[in-house]
């Protein structure tokens, strides 16, 4: 069974610091990784997506990279804003086709 | 245009009852998604359909929990007999094409999630 970690759990910054989530999974035969964003009170909100034929994807402020022989993905935010805060949840689709997501990190990002 | 959308996005309810969860859909999406999540957890699948068809149940936990989507649009998330593990943020999600479509990087987007509590 597919088995998602996120580190760190819950992380606290000052505005304009570059930050690195991790997510590993215990699985490596996935199709894609990806990235949401989950505000209180809304739904998720995809960030970015990394089939596993790929190594990166970029969108703006954010990168995200993914290793899949060591079953493991980092999301980049390059220079933290309040507006980022928010929790971070990574999801992996595997041969089941469902996805399994992670914990999540929780992010404040302070000015 | 508009999002995914849920209802109720509160129900508080007695132990015991049944409650009906609803899910409207992106216009046009064939695949729609169940999840559960617990507090400060990710979520966890439920079930999906594609168009009507109820294409995989396996997470459903138990057989007190059944999902419906007749039409192909709307569903319905149904929890008889509720009890106080039920209590979650119950969400749906739905994608453009069919779900094993996600293998090849179509999103999903989620509704903002129906807060059961379960007294």
């Known amino acids: 069974k597919q088995e998602v970690t996120q580190i760190p759990a819950a992380l606290s910054v000052p505005e304009g610091e570059n930050l690195v989530l991790n997510c590993s999974f215990t699985?490596?035969?996935?199709?894609?990784l990806q990235w949401f964003r989950q505000d209180p009170g809304k739904g998720l909100t995809s960030l970015l997506l990394?089939?596993?034929?790929?190594r990166e994807q970029t969108s703006g402020r954010l990168n995200a990279s993914l290793d899949k022989s060591s079953g493991r993905s980092t999301l980049y935010i390059a220079a933290s804003q309040p507006g980022d805060s928010a929790t971070y949840l990574c999801?992996?689709?595997?041969?089941?086709?469902?996805?399994?997501f992670g914990r999540g990190t929780s992010l404040i990002v302070h000015p | 245009g508009a999002g995914v959308s849920q209802s109720p996005r509160y129900k508080v309810t007695k132990r015991g009852q049944d409650v009906a969860l609803r899910c409207d859909p992106i216009s046009g999406h064939v695949s729609l998604y169940w999840y559960r999540q617990a507090l400060g957890q990710g979520p966890e699948f439920l079930t999906y359909?594609?168009?009507?068809?109820?294409?995989?149940k396996s997470g459903l936990p138990n057989d007190r929990f059944s999902a419906e989507r007749p039409e192909g649009s709307i569903s319905t998330l149904t929890i008889q007999r509720t009890e106080q593990r039920d209590s979650a943020m119950y969400r749906c999600a739905s994608s453009f094409t069919s779900g094993s479509l996600l293998v090849s990087g179509e999103t999903q987007y989620f509704g903002p999630g129906t807060r059961l509590l379960v007294l």
């Open positions: 990394i089939q596993s034929s790929q």
């Open positions: 699985d490596s035969a996935i199709y894609n």
């Open positions: 999801a992996v689709v595997g041969g089941s086709y469902i996805p399994t």
């Open positions: 359909f594609n168009y009507e068809a109820q294409q995989d």
